[in-house]
C-alpha cells in the first residue's frame, strides 16, 4: 500500500532523509523509532505534503498512485491520515465544522453520500466517548486552548471518524500519561484490519506495549538502519541508540 | 463649494418642521464655510472624497417591502423594529410595541414638549464644531429618531432601527439622525441596522447617531452596514458616558463604494466602561474606513476595543484607532487590538493606532497587525481531505468568528453568523468555479 523507495528529502536546505526505503503492506503495523533529529517527523511530514519540505530524490507509491503528484487534500481523500505530533490551533473555526469539513470531503471521494448535520453531530459524540475527550471540545476551536493530551485525543479522533488506509502517527505517545496512552492503544487497536496499515512514529517501546507491531525500524541519519520484529524494541530500550548511530557512521 | 448636496439642502429645508429651522440654518452656514477635505488632511489621508462630486437628489418616497431583493433583516423575537425607506418613515414595515419604560418620538412628529426635549440633548455629544459631514447633517435635518429608554427601566427586547435605500432615477441622499437617551441605571439593547435593496443605486447616507448613557446605564448598541456597494456612507457614532455607564458597541461593515465610520467614545464619568468590537470586509473596488477615538478625561475608566477585518481583491481599508487619556484619567486602563488579514496581494490596509496619554498612571496597550491566512493551518485542514478554497474560507470565517462570538443578543449573533458563513461560502464557491474545482 504505501512503498517508500531511496527517499531524499530536505528543509531549508538542510539534508533530513538520505535515502530512506520502506514497504507497507495493508493490514501491517510499523513502527519507526530512532533518536531525535534522525528525521522521524520528517518522513511523516514529507509524506503529507507539508510546504518547506523538499523531495530532493526518491519515489513514493501510495495505493498504486505516485503520492508526490497528488495535492495534500488528495492524499487524505485517498486515505493517507497523518496524527501531528503538534496539533495545529485554530481559533474561530470549530472542531465540529472542520471535523464535518473533512469527512465530507473524504466520503465525497469514496462516492459516499455526505452525512446531514444530525447524523454527523451523532457520529461525532460517539467517536469522542471513544477517545474519552469531553464532547465539549466539540464546539470549540480547533485544538484551541486543549492540553497536549486532549490534542492528541482529537488527532485520534479525526483518524477514527476519517476511517483511512493508511494512519501515521507521529509521537502521538509522547507527553501522554499512562491512562491517555491506553487510549490511544485502544483506539489503534480498534482500528486495525486487513485493509488498513499503520506507521507509528515513536522514540519510545512504551507505546508497543499496548500496540504490537509486525516491524520494527530505527531510523538513524534519515535511513532505516535496521529493521527487525517487536523484539528489536526491546533491545533499543535495553541499550539505547547510540551502539546503532555508532554502526551507521 | 460644496454645491452637490444644495438641492437635497432646499427640499429639507421645505419639509423641516419649524423648532429645526434654526438648526438647519446654523448646519448649513457652517457647512457652507467649510472645504472639502483632500488627501492632505490627516484624517482623511487615505479616503478620498471624490465619488462625492456629483449632485444627489432628494429622496422618493418608495414602496419597498421588506422581504425586497438584498435586504435581510433580523427577526429578533418580541423586539420591536421601526423602519424608514429613503429616509421617510414606514410605519407598515415597522413591528411590535414599544417596551414599557422606552420612549421614541420622531422628529417630524415632535410636539412642542417634546420638541423643547429633544434640543436639550441633540448634539450634546458631538460637539457643533466638530466636523463638516455633522455641519451637513445639521443642515439637513428635517427627520430624526429620539429614543428614550427611563431611569431604572430594564428593558430586555432589542430596539431596532432600521433605514433602507430604495432606487430612483437619480442619484440621492439621505440624512439620517439617531439620538438615545438612556437614564441613570437603565439597560436597554439598540440595533441600528442600514441595507439598501439595489445594488446598482447610488445612494449617499450621512448619518449621526449621539448615545447618551446617564449615571449607570448600560446599553448594548449594535451598527451594522449592509448597504449595497454603490452605496456612499459617510457616519459618526458618538457616545458619552457618565459615571459607571457601561456601553457594549458592536460593528459591522460590508463593503461599498465608500464607507467612511467615525466614532467616538468619551468616558465623561468616573467608573464608565465601553467594549467596542468591529469587524469590516471590503472586497472587489471597495472601500472603508474606519476611525474611533476613545476619550479617557476622568480616572478610573476601562475600554476595550477589537477591530478586525479582511480585505480581499482590489479592496482598500483604513482603520484609525485614536486613545486619548487626558492629564486626569489616572487608573485608566485601556486596551485596542487591530488585526487585518489581507487575501490577495492588491489588498491594501492602513492602520495606525494613536496614543495620546497625558495622566502617568495608566495601562495601556495597543497592537495592530497585517497578516495572510496562516500557512500551516492551511496545511493542516488540507491534511484531513479540505480543499484549498474551503480551507480558505473556513480559516477567513474563523478569523472574524472570534470577534461575532462576542455579540450578546444571540438572535442577533446568529443572525450574523449565517450571514457571513454563506457570504464566505459564497465567496469560495466563486474561487473553486475559477480554480476548476468546482463540485458538479
Sequence with gaps: MLKIDNLHASVDGKDILKGLTLTVKAGEVHAIMGPNGSGKSTLGHVLAGRPGYTVTAGTVEFLGQDLFALETEERARLGLFLAFQYPVEIPGVSNMEFMKAAVDAVREQRGEPALDAVSFMKLARQTSALVDLDPAFLKRGVNEGFSGGEKKRNELMQM???????????????????????????????????????????????????????HVHVLADGRIARSGDKSLALELEARGYSWLEDEVA | MNEFMEQALDSAAASAPV??????????GRWERSVIPTRKTENWKYTGLQSLRQAFAAPAIA?????????????????????????????????????????????????????????????????????????????????????????????????????????????????????????????????????????????????????????????EHYRLHLEQGAALHIGSVHARLAEHATINSFHLALGSELKRIDLVVDHAGPGAHCEVNGVYLPRGNEHIDYHTCIEHRVPHCTSNEVFRGIIADEATAVFNGRIHIHPDAQKTRAQLSNKNLLTSNQAQINTKPELEIYADDVQCAHGATVAQLDELA????????????????????????????????????????????????????AARRVKGEARP
Excluded at chain 1, 490511544?184 to 485493509?195: C, D, Q
Excluded at chain 2, 413591528?95 to 436639550?120: H, M, N, T, W, Y
Excluded at chain 2, 430596539?159 to 433602507?164: A, F, I, R, T
Aim: aromatic share 8%.
Design chain 2, 63 to 219: 414602496e419597498l417591502g421588506l422581504s425586497g431583493a438584498g435586504v435581510d433583516v433580523p427577526e429578533l423575537g418580541d423586539g420591536y423594529r421601526l423602519v424608514f425607506a429613503n429616509g421617510h418613515h414606514r410605519p407598515e414595515l415597522s413591528a411590535g410595541e414599544l417596551p414599557a419604560g422606552v420612549s421614541l418620538v420622531r422628529f417630524a412628529d415632535a410636539s412642542p414638549a417634546q420638541a423643547k426635549r429633544i434640543c436639550s440633548y441633540l448634539g450634546t455629544a458631538v460637539g457643533r464644531d466638530a466636523q463638516l459631514f455633522t455641519a451637513l447633517n445639521d443642515a439637513a435635518l428635517a427627520e430624526g429618531v429620539f429614543l428614550e429608554v427611563a431611569e431604572d427601566a430594564r428593558v430586555e427586547q432589542p430596539l431596532q432601527l432600521v433605514w433602507l435605500t430604495g432606487n430612483q432615477a437619480e442619484a440621492f441622499t439621505v440624512n439620517q439622525r439617531l439620538l438615545v437617551l438612556c437614564g441613570a441605571r437603565s439597560q436597554a439593547t439598540v440595533i441600528e441596522h442600514f441595507a439598501g435593496t439595489h445594488s446598482e443605486q447610488r445612494t449617499f447616507t450621512n448619518g449621526v447617531t449621539e448615545l447618551l448613557l446617564e449615571s449607570g446605564a448600560s446599553l
Design chain 1, 160 to 214: 477514527m471518524l476519517l476511517e483511512p488506509r493508511l494512519a501515521i502517527l507521529d509521537e502521538t505517545d509522547s507527553g501522554l500519561d499512562i491512562d491517555a496512552l491506553q487510549v490511544v492503544a485502544k483506539g489503534v487497536n480498534s482500528m486495525r484490519s486487513p485493509e488498513r496499515g499503520f506507521v507509528l512514529v515513536t522514540h519510545y517501546q512504551r507505546l508497543l506495549e499496548f500496540i504490537e507491531p509486525d
Design chain 2, 378 to 429: 492551511l496545511h493542516y485542514l488540507r491534511t484531513r481531505g479540505v480543499s484549498v478554497a474551503d480551507a480558505r474560507t473556513m480559516l477567513s470565517f474563523g478569523f472574524i468568528n472570534e470577534v461575532i462570538d462576542t455579540v450578546r443578543n444571540q438572535p442577533l449573533r446568529e443572525f450574523l453568523q449565517k450571514l457571513l458563513s454563506e457570504r464566505f461560502a459564497r465567496d469560495g464557491l
Design chain 2, 19 to 28: 423648532w429645526l429651522q434654526d438648526w438647519q440654518v446654523d448646519g448649513r
